[in-house]
């Protein structure tokens, strides 16, 4: 059942909720095949009367081919083959595509029940040649989002349910398979809140890591963040980065621009924060959009330097991608250096991140399932 976006108000609770609003399978007998293991998919076959070496020849043609549809399998009887034409992989539909100047390209992927999400791969070249050396996906986890961040143009389209494992594993391959190049690393920063739809994004990592064959260490899971949940993640002890968006310094600031916020006072995220960094080793990355004449003031430097001082952390500046709902401005250059000096005189790790496919409309931020 799918929740309406105009029952869901701009707080914790409703977020909350939305996290019990799973995704429904695209049809109740018959469970897409993506995202299983090799030994459910050797059951499967073997459940429809064929011998268990023609798992292993799915689970190829599955995460290695790209099949789209069991008729894709050539190596399978054609008789087969033909009476499971129909039965669902779980891959969606290509229904747009665009591509910025800087290589980006934006897709917009129809899933099973007609539903659009956005997925985003970002290519990097070498310096000295055309040659890609890095292929990056910034995956969404649900369809809209229940936070509502009022810089961000996806919280502007409310939600309507969360993504299953396979349509998360899906816009991966979609955009390996659009650029013939394997993928070597994984955002969670297209539409949605991970941690809101925890289980099907744990099985998307394990899938990605298992059956893919990419490095947890080359993945990052981002999170607004919301009370305890980053708690339950630091059990699973992955290798996977955590990143959380605080964009602010300041707790007044920042429940003006996250309205979950007023729930999760700024200290409690961070004593979470430092949790997780005890219980996994690993550090925490701070995302940080920069909004000129709110947060990105020499004193807002100061005060978040204040709260990370001795944090095993790194913090990533975005410098603000505008979008037509609201009127934010991109501080210029020189204010930009002068916070990171700032953190950096303080010995806060510190880097810009300026965003890919701004021009495309798929930069951090951006990304609201519609053409651009």
Known sequence: MHSDSSTLPADLSSAEAAESTVAPADDSLQAPLLGQSLDQLTAWVQQQGQPAYRGKQLY?????QGARS???VTVFPKVWRAALADYPI?????HYRATAPDGTVKFLLRLADGHIIETVGMPTYAYTSSDLTRLTVCVSSQVGCPMACDFCATGKGGFLRNLAAHEIIDQVLTVQEDFGQRVSNIVFMGMGEPLLNTDNVLAAVRSL????GIGQRTMTISTVGIPGHIR???????QVTLAVSLHASNQPTREALIPSAKHYPLEALLDECREYVQHTGRRVTFEYILLAGLNDEPEHAEELAHHLRGFQSHVNLIPYNPISEVDYQRPDERRIKAFVRSLQDHHIAVSVRYSRGLEADAACGQLRARRG
Request: proline share 0%; glycine share 4%; aromatic share 8%.
């Open 60 to 64: 190829q043609w599955l995460y290695q």
């Open 70 to 72: 069991l008729s894709d």
């Open 209 to 212: 890591n298992t059956d893919v």
């Open 232 to 238: 339950r993640l630091a059990q699973h002890k992955l």
């Open 90 to 94: 779980g891959r969606s539909q290509i």
